[in-house]
């Protein structure tokens, strides 16, 4: 789990000076930044969702089947929602930061049921 707390916000121009965003997404609508809650503060950015950042530490490739929806379930199954954003290397998730600890529990038992499976 990465420190902090983050946030998604709309933009429709590009990204504001000083704003350094973890994740961003070109949409009709405008550009969705995803960064630190104190940042967007500062820039006087709206947001009403306020996030933990989980990383997977697996390294799948872009085109495996399973290993989202497998996450997703194992966290709707505990009430959790999640917003997945794919990198190159890893899956991250963003879970309401009030629950993250949680996410990461119910993931790392994951973890441990697919090694157990595994071996």
Do not use: K
Request: hydrophobic share 50%; with cysteine.
């Amino acid at each position: 789990m990465n420190p902090g707390r983050y946030v998604f916000t709309t933009v429709a121009g590009g990204i504001p000076p000083g704003v350094t965003p973890v994740v961003t997404v070109a949409e009709r609508e405008g550009l969705t930044l995803v960064l630190r809650q104190e940042d967007a503060e500062a820039a006087g950015l709206a947001y009403d969702y306020v996030a933990g950042w989980l990383v997977l530490r697996v390294y799948s490739a872009l085109d495996a089947v399973g290993l989202t929806a497998a996450v997703a379930h194992e966290l709707a199954r505990a009430g959790i929602s999640c917003n997945v954003v794919a990198g190159f290397h890893h899956d991250h998730l963003f879970v309401p930061y009030e629950v993250a600890d949680r996410a990461m529990d119910l993931l790392e038992g994951l973890s441990r049921r697919s090694a157990a499976e595994v071996a």
